[in-house]
């Protein structure tokens, strides 16, 4: 009876064990199966991983490449905004100095047409003289011996003869013309006359252009009888 019960005992063992054995080779084969699994899965997660990483390191690179485009671009856009404000402020004092100029200019020009008409009446005051002057030539001439000669420097030169009586064809003669001021101004005589500069001031307080010359004819003769 014990003999059967331990042949029992020992064959349910065996049983269980072959059992246990075909549990643990398959729960083995699933776990190689499982393994092989993972390891595909992994394999593949790290294929596409790598991929996207690839992609993610292109796409950063193209956006660091984009921002320094965009940082070229703003580089340059300030430079030409600079270069422009630049030119802008050129512009404006160009403007200025146009403004400026144009002013100067009709300043220049006011002051030329002023000028110019002082010029021309002082042109005409000295064209009225010397008419005058030139009027009297003829009637000097045969009263006192006279010639009046224009030279150079717009001068006049003035010519008394009859003056020396044992010689009346030696000419007695001074220059004159008028200055900045318009003045008498008297120069170049011969023979030299001290009192001539007293004379050239009467003549340009009084005008009295006949009176001067008979008072130079008078102190040329008084000069060839001493």
């Known amino acids: 009876m014990v003999e059967d019960e331990l042949a029992l005992l020992d064959k349910s063992i065996n049983e269980f064990w072959n059992k246990f054995k075909g549990n643990v080779s398959d729960i083995s084969c699933q776990m190689v199966g499982l393994r092989d699994t993972y390891k595909d899965i992994n394999k593949a997660f790290a294929e596409k991983l790598s ?6 390191e292109r796409m950063i690179q193209i956006l660091l490449e984009y921002q320094n485009q965009i940082s070229r671009q703003n580089k340059l856009i300030q430079e030409k905004k600079d270069n422009l404000l630049k030119l802008i402020v050129e512009v404006k004092s160009k403007k200025q100095e146009m403004e400026v100029l144009t002013a100067n200019v009709q300043d220049l020009k006011e002051e030329y047409a002023r000028k110019k008409e002082t010029i021309n009446t002082a042109k005409k005051a000295s064209e009225e003289r010397l008419k005058r002057l030139q009027k009297s030539v003829d009637v000097y001439k045969d009263r006192l011996g006279l010639e009046i000669r224009k ?7 003035f010519i008394f003869t009859n003056i020396d009586p044992k010689h009346p064809d030696s000419p007695f003669m001074f220059s004159l013309h008028l200055n900045e001021a318009r003045d008498y101004e008297v120069s170049d005589s011969a023979p030299h006359l001290e009192c001539l500069s007293e004379f050239q001031e009467n003549v340009r307080k009084t005008k009295n252009f006949s009176a001067f010359l008979a008072n130079v004819r008078k102190a040329f003769s008084t000069m060839a009888y001493n």
Not at 51 to 56: R, S, T
Not at 151 to 157: H, R
């Open 51 to 56: 991929v996207k990483l690839k992609e993610e």
């Open 151 to 157: 030279i150079y420097g717009d001068k006049l030169q």
